[in-house]
């Protein structure tokens, strides 16, 4: 089992920026990727970023440009630098983890971001 508790979202104007985080906890395979997918109300939930224990990541054409994800192995944290944000980011942001060592894939609460004036 894998627990994901995600901290950081808010309200924040056009423009400005947030740092989401997430912290693993429980059987965690070295060899794994963790991701960023978000869930607007109507709207599927969809990938932004996600980052592999190699450090390889892959983002929406979306937020390409304006996100960054990282993560420290050590901690099993994964993060969420957006800057330039738009109201299309406005959505509930959730963390997601999975490993080839397991057919398991986990998902945290989620933490809502909000971009308005």
């Known amino acids: 089992q894998v627990q994901l508790v995600e901290s950081g979202g808010g309200l924040v104007q056009p423009g400005g920026s947030l740092r989401l985080s997430c912290a693993a906890s429980g059987t965690i395979f070295s060899i794994n990727t963790m991701g960023w997918y978000r869930q607007a109300p109507g709207k599927e939930r969809e990938l932004v970023a996600r980052?592999?224990?190699?450090?390889?990541?892959n983002y929406a054409d979306s937020v390409k440009g304006r996100f960054t994800i990282s993560r420290e192995n050590a901690k099993n944290m994964v993060y969420l630098q957006m800057n330039g944000l738009k109201s299309e980011d406005t959505a509930l942001y959730y963390c997601?983890?999975?490993?080839?060592?397991?057919?398991?894939?986990?998902w945290g609460q989620g933490t809502q971001v909000t971009v308005s004036l």
């Open positions: 997601n983890y999975r490993s080839i060592r397991s057919a398991n894939v986990y």
């Open positions: 980052i592999t224990s190699a450090g390889s990541t």
